[in-house]
Each structure stands twice: as structure tokens, then as C-alpha cells.
């Protein structure tokens, strides 16, 4: 079993629509959690950065974490045909392995038009 | 300020052969980061550099090592290599460790 699960997808949803994103993990030392944006042939780019439990919102973007259940969301609201990208989930204990991110699999989403 | 620069982007190798990857990270950033990202395996962390030396490492073979010059630029090499190598291979840096990552666009390596 991986550390970090998250269900690749795909998904697909029309313009407007609210996304829901969602990640597990079975590490209870994880304490910062993040989530990336890869576009095709590009580098992944950090979009929202957590630590520990609460919610975070940035513009259409919101992120929680549950760590009482081991489990993180991303939101995005009036998604748009430009967020189309796979969605990494990705997260560290921060402490030793504190730049060793430990990933979900993606999940690749498409926003239609 | 310019990102995370990778070279070279697509590199195509043979079974046995060895591979060097380079990497400059963003200006003023001390610590880079290795990772292999494949479909089946996903974004896996291969180690760590910072102030020349490998700080953590991942579950990868020796053959895959690294190096960090003084600039903090810093090299991957892998050796003997096998068709499961065929990877993205992306370099992040952050300005210490436990910052923020910032990736490059990666090295497509392909072995055939």
C-alpha cells in the first residue's frame, strides 16, 4: 500500500463546475501538505501549501486538511478550461525528511468548455 | 528572477550506457532535489543536496548518484542503465531545506 493515495482519474467535468480533489495517506508525521499543478511536458507548480489542519484559500482555490482522518481536498471553484492539468497531492513529515516530498499518484483533470 | 533550468530535456540512451543530468536552480536557492516521475510509479523522491552535500536519500539503487557544485548548481548520473530508468526526470530547489519546492520542467530520459 502507498503512503499517499489518490485516484489518477481521469476527470472530466463542465466549465463552472466546483472540483473536488481528495488525497489519503497513512503517515501520521506528515505535517505540511501540498498540492501541484503539472501541465503536459511542464515541471510540476505549487498551487496551495498547508500545514498541519485547517482549511486555506487562495482566489478560487481551497485546500483542507483532516488529520484526525488522514485525508486532504482541493477545491477549485468556477474551474475553467485553463485548469485543465493533472493535480498532484503531495506532502512531508518536515522534520528529517523535510525536503523529501512524498507524492500522490495525479489525478488528471479536464475542464470542458 | 529566472526558474529552475534543466538540460538537457530529452535524452535518448541505450541498455548499459550511463547518463549525466544537470541542474541549475533559481538564483539564490542552496538546496536541490532529484526526482524520477513515472506512469506507474508516480513522482518518486530520488535524494537531496544542499551545501554540497546529499542531505536524505530515496529507495533508488546506487546506481543512481548525484553531486552538488559550490554555485549550487547539481548533477545526477545514472549508470548501467536499465529500460525501467525511462523516466521524467525533475530537479527542484528551494531557497533552504524544508522551503517551498520549486520544480524544472524535467529531462525526458528514454532507454531503449
Known amino acids: 500500500q502507498k503512503e499517499v493515495e489518490q485516484d489518477p482519474g481521469p476527470l472530466s467535468v463542465p466549465e463552472g463546475a466546483i472540483v473536488s480533489l481528495n488525497c489519503t495517506y497513512s503517515?501520521?508525521?506528515?505535517?505540511?501538505f501540498m498540492w501541484y499543478r503539472q501541465y503536459s511536458r511542464k515541471g510540476p507548480e505549487l498551487l496551495m501549501y498547508?500545514?498541519?489542519?485547517g482549511n486555506k484559500e487562495d482566489g478560487r482555490f481551497t485546500a483542507q486538511v483532516d488529520k484526525s482522518s488522514k485525508y486532504i481536498s482541493l477545491f477549485i471553484r468556477d474551474s475553467q478550461p485553463s485548469d485543465s492539468a493533472t493535480y498532484l497531492c503531495?506532502?512531508?513529515?518536515?522534520?528529517?525528511?523535510?525536503?523529501?516530498?512524498?507524492f500522490g499518484q495525479g489525478t488528471r483533470l479536464t475542464i470542458n468548455p | 528572477k529566472a526558474g529552475v533550468t534543466q538540460t538537457p530535456r530529452y535524452l535518448i540512451k541505450t541498455r548499459g550506457q550511463q547518463v549525466t543530468l544537470s541542474c541549475s536552480p533559481i538564483?539564490?536557492?542552496?538546496?536541490v532535489s532529484w526526482y524520477q516521475q513515472t506512469p506507474g510509479q508516480g513522482l518518486q523522491f530520488l535524494f537531496e543536496?544542499?551545501?554540497?552535500?546529499?542531505?536524505n536519500k530515496g529507495n533508488f539503487p546506487g546506481r543512481f548518484s548525484g553531486r552538488q557544485f559550490s554555485n549550487s548548481r547539481s548533477e545526477m548520473n545514472v549508470s548501467t542503465l536499465e529500460l525501467g530508468d525511462s523516466a521524467l526526470y525533475l530537479c527542484?530547489?528551494?531557497?533552504?531545506?524544508?522551503?517551498?519546492?520549486?520544480f524544472g520542467p524535467g529531462t525526458r530520459l528514454t532507454v531503449l
Open positions: 503531495a506532502m512531508t513529515d518536515g522534520i528529517q525528511g523535510a525536503q523529501k516530498l512524498v
Open positions: 498547508t500545514y498541519s489542519s
Open positions: 527542484a530547489s528551494s531557497l533552504a531545506r524544508g522551503a517551498t519546492q520549486y
Open positions: 543536496y544542499f551545501s554540497e552535500t546529499q542531505r
Open positions: 503517515n501520521s508525521a506528515f505535517q505540511y
Open positions: 538564483s539564490g536557492h542552496r538546496s
